[in-house]
């Protein structure tokens, strides 16, 4: 298979013949099966669907905001700060998101896929917002175990135990386990088969200081 595109900006190297068949080092996917793309977009829209819901119960209009936000943020930001710097533009990576970029967007004239890394902070809100949210409720309980008028250990313990609700404490505990294990999904099933993983900072974060492998 020949490469046109190296990851690191290395483009303008020579064109490599690169057999991951017979790379018993690294396999990597040139594509993505629908197999390991499907699973992200179950992870991905269930943090997003309880992330909504603490949005919306804040407020209706901030919830609607945080959802055109997120789409945004998905099919725009990320195709422009990332898809367009990629080896998988045009092709299907692991989130399926190559194949729409390259039919919207310009392919960015820079190639150093992390050159636009800074741009991830614009994805932060969709994290931090319904961490925060989510998170008051919690602070909540536990402020009013701290209250218990005997003082004692464990009646403040089982103060917060007795007024823990599946919604909204559990749904926040939830929430903080599917981000987890999305992460550790890309990070066994996408990552080890991607071509950046050398110089993307989500898998080597010494990357975008340009001191990675
Ligand atoms: S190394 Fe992982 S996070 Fe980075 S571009 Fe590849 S699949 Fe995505």
């Not at 690191?8 to 197999?35: C, Q, R, V, W």
């Not at 909504?52 to 901030?62: A, E």
């Not at 919690?138 to 009013?144: C, D, K, W, Y």
């Not at 987890?180 to 993307?200: E, G, T, V």
């Amino acid at each position: 298979m020949s490469r046109e595109f190296l990851p690191g900006g290395h483009e303008d190297a020579i064109i490599i013949e690169m057999s991951p068949e017979k790379d018993n080092k690294t396999e990597y996917s040139d594509n993505f099966p629908l197999a390991t793309i499907i699973p992200r977009w179950i992870f991905a829209l269930t943090e997003m669907g309880i992330a909504s819901y603490f949005v919306f119960k804040f407020g209706f209009r901030s919830g609607l905001i945080f959802l055109v936000y997120g789409f945004v943020s998905v099919f725009v930001i990320l195709p422009l700060t990332r898809c367009n710097r990629c080896f998988y533009y045009g092709k299907v990576c692991n989130f399926g998101l190559g194949k729409w970029a390259s039919m919207f967007f310009p392919r960015s004239d820079d190639t150093v896929y992390s050159s636009a890394y800074g741009y991830t902070i614009l994805l932060w809100p969709l994290r931090i917002i319904p961490l925060g949210l989510g998170l008051i409720p919690i602070l909540g309980v536990i402020r009013f175990g701290l209250s218990v008028p005997s003082g004692e250990i464990g009646d403040m313990a089982g103060a917060v135990v007795s007024n823990l609700q599946l919604i909204p404490h559990g749904l926040f505990v939830i929430y903080l386990l599917v981000i987890f294990l999305h992460r550790k999904y890309y990070r066994s099933r996408s990552c080890s088969r991607c071509y950046h993983r050398s110089d993307c900072p989500v898998y080597d974060k010494n990357s975008i200081l340009g001191t990675g492998d």
